[in-house]
């Protein structure tokens, strides 16, 4: 099957995969867009795998204040380099996880961070298990791993504080 250079575009636009990725994976799902989306997540879950072992010492500490005052939220991303971190894609990430955090109040960034003791589903207080708010489809591991595949860099979620009035 010939894949045309408006199909690579469009899944490029839609996905900003790099332009061979978007072709390799039309290629092997016979140019059904929907499955090369799919595709090229899987992809990226491996690419961040691969990456997840590099040092993330650099990075952003960002705020978000929810309309009104009420909540307010901190978060810090990390990833390998400063210039990484600058991108505006790991800027929106930030700022996403905040809003993020501040919706759904998530309490602990990963499952392994939970207490033994506490006996809330983690997919409701665990950051990276939560169903994105922007697309319940995914959630913000998904989100994050989109992220890491874009960019190229291992990038990792480390802090989170959630502020509430009257909490």
């Known amino acids: 099957m010939t894949i045309s250079v408006e199909q690579v575009k469009e899944l490029?636009?839609?996905?900003?995969?790099?332009?061979?990725?978007?072709?390799?994976?039309?290629?092997n799902t016979g140019?059904?867009?929907?499955?090369?989306?799919?595709?090229?997540?899987?992809?990226?879950?491996?690419?961040?795998?691969k990456k997840a072992g590099r040092q993330a010492n650099e990075g952003v500490v960002d705020a978000y204040i929810h309309p009104g005052s009420r909540v307010g939220v901190i978060?810090?991303?990390?990833?390998?380099?400063?210039?990484?971190?600058?991108?505006?894609?790991?800027?929106?990430?930030?700022?996403?996880?905040?809003?993020q955090v501040a919706a759904m109040n998530a309490k602990f960034i990963s499952k392994s961070d939970m207490p033994k003791?506490?006996?809330e589903d983690s997919s409701k207080i665990c950051l990276l298990?939560?169903?994105?708010?922007?697309?319940?489809?995914?959630?913000i591991q998904d989100l994050l791993n989109d992220v890491i595949a874009k960019v190229g860099e291992n990038i990792q979620v480390t802090k989170i504080v959630r502020f509430a009035l009257g909490e």
């Not at 210039?83 to 809003?99: G, W």
């Not at 298990?129 to 959630?139: A, G, H, L, V």
Request: hydrophobic share 40%; aromatic share 6%.
């Open 12 to 27: 490029r636009q839609a996905t900003a995969a790099p332009v061979l990725d978007c072709k390799k994976a039309l290629q």
């Open 31 to 49: 140019g059904d867009f929907d499955l090369a989306v799919d595709w090229l997540r899987q992809k990226g879950l491996s690419t961040a795998a």
């Open 75 to 99: 978060v810090e991303v990390n990833c390998e380099t400063d210039f990484v971190a600058r991108t505006d894609e790991v800027k929106e990430l930030i700022h996403n996880i905040a809003m």
């Open 117 to 119: 003791s506490e006996e």
């Open 129 to 139: 298990e939560q169903q994105y708010i922007k697309d319940p489809s995914i959630t």
